[in-house]
């Protein structure tokens, strides 16, 4: 009989499957690591006790810019133009590091600097600012002394800042000396505002601000350590009930919502986390830290790394890889990490980076690599050894990511099934994560985590049934690591959570027979085309993103056309590969999207694409449109978490869509 991952619990209710749990804890959910640890400050200090002398934190610094004048060739009106450029790179140092003692002492004395300046128990702080160590650290201080803190993504806008720093009435704001611009755009307007902090050279900034709002307090990070260090108060600790973090989503749509979590919630996480993969932790274990820490995936799996005495490598995506820096390694070559965590964007960039590699190689390195794969590939089904082969080929690859990564997590959107088993044959196993800032963002897509119970409820309309061969559902989760709402919006809470404590997540699983979830759909994506089917868009984004043409996808449906249609950003390199095969001329970025034949072989690669995947004749695209501008953040067109904004961009595109949509016609 196969392996059970799970077990189920109680009677099956009608439109319902029975609830499971982890086969790892089946009477009972966990909720901390240890007996003692209640809060996020209980396991820094069990963790500073723990592991005292060992590294825990490390961070490089800029040691110059070097500038690099380069002629860029430009294509405008098909006439070929050469301009001369300076570009910038980061000469970085190599890493210092914090032992655990160093972080509660750096703690210790934020902690005391913030009560010196007003810092209250149960008092709220935004945290504006890059993934550093700093932004753990300051966090820690606040919770050092019962403090909550409030988390905004770096790349959030003005409105979404203001919205989130006046809707839950913050005392005060840590940020970087390069956001002090917008910091200064919201200050006035939020009422609660008592102090700014900032870290960096602030080039004027800060003068202007303490010009412009004379009664906040506005002062250097430093200043604040040194005010703390001179003026040390005994810690405050929080309960395991009080509120910890109010997570302010990206939002796709509208304002974005606070989520709120108690640090019962995040302990909880990181219990369920640590059941679930201390087995595979070793001591010499190494974090590349570089994620949005606004974003939960980021937030849990650098706390969870802290219990296990993890050494974190401070990174920032400017200086991750080679290409960014001169005169020393990116990030990730420098620190060597054993661990990481991504989200699919960066997992598919580094296929991508890998693949481009191999096909630049000649037929030669084609033909080594193909088959050294396909015999990796039986050989770890078989887990048989595979070093010869490693040793060979794909060591070479392992090198672009410092070559100890031996584990690596990818969550905050799905990855497609090709990406995941390509890198972990070619680079180390790949597992995915599935979670949302609600359940402290984990719960893992396999066997559930050992702080959750699931189960599956009926979407009829669509199929999705629990009396299905392999029953299927909307998945629903409960547990001490689920959050019980949103900040200051009780309608959105009611919708969204039960009575009884079961938050209603918005995608559809299956059980398989082994026990394990699988996500198949998002409730939400789902359209109903004019043949009756319904189609998944995130899911069908999934799959076509894994085509190398693309650098992102958006794929759009309604229920008077029989197939999905696409808009699609593709990948300029590989573009001019084509117009350079097939004797395009030249071109600008422009022309070649709207290039028919270009357009015809990108549309191609997508159906061969999705023939590969398995996907239905309804999933196959009907139409797309090649299109020249990137989705950022910055546009509105992505959310901070690098999702993208399909309402914004079917707007943007509505033209493109509307000729799509009458030639994909039922």
């Known amino acids: 009989m196969e392996k059970q991952y799970s077990i189920s619990i109680g009677e099956k209710v009608e439109g319902e499957t029975p609830m499971r749990r982890s086969l790892i804890s089946p009477n009972k959910l966990v909720d901390s690591p240890s007996e003692n640890v209640k809060t996020l400050y209980d396991m820094m200090q069990y963790s500073v006790k723990t592991h005292g002398n060992k590294a825990a934190m490390g961070y490089r610094k800029v040691e110059s810019i070097?500038?690099?004048?380069?002629?860029?060739?430009?294509?405008?009106?098909?006439?070929?133009?050469?301009?001369?450029?300076?570009?910038?790179?980061?000469?970085?140092?190599?890493?210092?590091?914090?032992?655990?003692?160093?972080?509660?002492?750096?703690?210790?004395?934020?902690?005391?600097?913030?009560?010196?300046?007003?810092?209250?128990?149960?008092?709220?702080?935004?945290?504006?600012?890059?993934?550093?160590?700093?932004?753990?650290?300051?966090?820690?201080?606040?919770?050092?002394?019962?403090?909550?803190i409030v988390?905004?993504?770096?790349?959030?806008?003005?409105?979404?800042?203001?919205?989130?720093?006046?809707?839950?009435?913050?005392?005060?704001?840590?940020?970087?000396?390069?956001?002090?611009?917008?910091?200064?755009k919201v200050a006035g307007k939020v009422p609660t505002l008592q102090y700014i902090i900032y870290d960096g050279d602030?080039?004027?900034?800060?003068?202007?601000?303490?010009?412009?709002?004379?009664?906040?307090?506005?002062?250097?990070?430093?200043?604040?350590?040194?005010?703390?260090?001179?003026?040390?108060?005994?810690?405050?600790?929080?309960?395991?009930?009080?509120?910890?973090?109010?997570?302010?989503?990206?939002?796709?749509?509208?304002?974005?919502?606070?989520?709120?979590?108690?640090?019962?919630?995040?302990?909880?996480?990181?219990?369920?986390?640590n059941e679930l993969l201390i087995k595979h932790i070793r001591p010499d274990d190494t974090l590349i830290a570089y994620l949005p820490l606004a974003h939960v995936l980021e937030f849990a799996v650098e706390h969870v790394c802290i219990w296990w005495g993890v050494t974190l490598g401070y990174g920032n995506v400017r200086t991750l890889t080679d290409a960014s820096v001169r005169n020393c390694f990116g990030d990730i070559r420098e620190?060597?990490?054993?661990?990481?965590?991504?989200?699919?964007?960066?997992?598919?960039?580094?296929?991508?980076?890998?693949?481009?590699?191999?096909?630049?190689?000649?037929?030669?390195?084609?033909?080594?690599?193909?088959?050294?794969?396909?015999?990796?590939?039986?050989?770890?089904?078989?887990e048989l050894p595979t070093k010869p082969l490693d040793i060979m080929v794909f060591n070479k690859i392992r090198q672009q990511t410092g070559g100890r990564l031996r584990l690596a997590l990818s969550g905050g959107a799905p990855i497609s099934k090709e990406t995941q088993e390509f890198l972990s044959i070619s680079l180390c196993p790949i597992l995915q994560g599935y979670g949302m800032t609600e359940s402290?963002?984990?719960?893992?897509?396999?066997?559930?985590?050992?702080?959750?119970?699931?189960?599956?409820?009926?979407?009829?309309?669509?199929?999705?049934?629990?009396?299905?061969?392999?029953p299927q559902g909307e998945v629903w989760i409960r547990g001490p690591c689920v959050t019980k709402g949103y900040h200051k919006n009780e309608k959105v809470t009611k919708e969204t959570i039960t009575e009884d404590g079961w938050l209603q997540t918005?995608?559809?699983?299956?059980?398989?027979?082994?026990?394990?979830?699988?996500?198949?759909?998002?409730?939400?994506?789902?359209?109903?085309?004019?043949?009756?089917?319904?189609?998944?868009?995130?899911?069908?984004?999934?799959?076509?993103?894994?085509?190398?043409?693309?650098?992102?996808?958006?794929?759009?449906?309604?229920?008077?056309?029989?197939?999905?249609?696409?808009l699609i950003h593709p990948v300029e390199a590989q573009l001019r590969n084509v117009a350079k095969e097939k004797n395009l001329g030249n071109m600008d970025f422009e022309q070649l999207c709207s290039n028919k034949e270009i357009t015809t072989t990108v549309f191609q690669a997508c159906l061969t694409q999705a023939k590969k995947a398995g996907l239905k004749p309804a999933e196959m695209l009907g139409d797309i449109t090649l299109v020249p501008d990137e989705w950022t953040p910055q546009n509105g067109l992505m959310t901070a978490a690098s999702k993208i904004k399909r309402k914004d961009i079917q707007d943007k595109y509505k033209t493109d869509l509307d000729r799509m949509y009458k030639t994909t016609g039922a």
């Open 202 to 273: 602030s080039k004027g900034e800060a003068d202007k601000l303490k010009n412009d709002h004379q009664g906040i307090k506005i002062l250097t990070l430093d200043e604040l350590k040194q005010l703390g260090k001179e003026h040390l108060v005994e810690p405050n600790p929080p309960k395991s009930e009080d509120l910890c973090c109010i997570m302010y989503t990206s939002g796709s749509t509208g304002n974005p919502k606070g989520v709120l979590l108690t640090h019962g919630n995040l302990v909880a996480a990181i219990a369920g986390t």
């Open 151 to 184: 988390t905004a993504y770096e790349t959030l806008g003005e409105d979404g800042l203001l919205h989130s720093m006046n809707e839950s009435e913050v005392k005060g704001i840590f940020t970087n000396a390069d956001l002090l611009s917008m910091t200064a």
């Open 66 to 148: 070097v500038e690099e004048e380069k002629e860029v060739t430009k294509f405008v009106g098909g006439e070929e133009i050469k301009e001369k450029k300076i570009w910038k790179y980061f000469q970085m140092s190599p890493y210092t590091y914090l032992t655990y003692e160093d972080v509660n002492e750096e703690i210790k004395n934020i902690g005391s600097g913030l009560t010196k300046i007003g810092l209250q128990p149960n008092d709220k702080m935004t945290i504006y600012a890059a993934t550093t160590v700093n932004w753990m650290l300051v966090a820690h201080g606040c919770f050092r002394q019962g403090a909550t």
């Open 335 to 382: 620190f060597k990490p054993s661990l990481m965590a991504g989200v699919p964007a960066v997992w598919e960039s580094i296929r991508k980076g890998v693949l481009s590699k191999v096909n630049s190689g000649g037929p030669t390195m084609q033909k080594v690599f193909n088959a050294a794969f396909k015999a990796k590939s039986w050989l770890m089904s078989k």
């Open 506 to 566: 918005g995608d559809i699983g299956e059980w398989k027979e082994n026990g394990t979830l699988c996500i198949i759909d998002r409730k939400k994506n789902l359209v109903k085309l004019s043949n009756g089917e319904y189609i998944a868009l995130e899911k069908l984004e999934s799959v076509y993103k894994s085509t190398l043409f693309i650098s992102n996808i958006c794929v759009c449906a309604n229920s008077f056309l029989n197939k999905p249609v696409a």
């Open 440 to 470: 402290c963002g984990f719960g893992s897509v396999g066997a559930p985590i050992p702080c959750l119970e699931i189960k599956l409820v009926d979407v009829a309309e669509a199929g999705y049934l629990s009396t299905n061969t392999r």
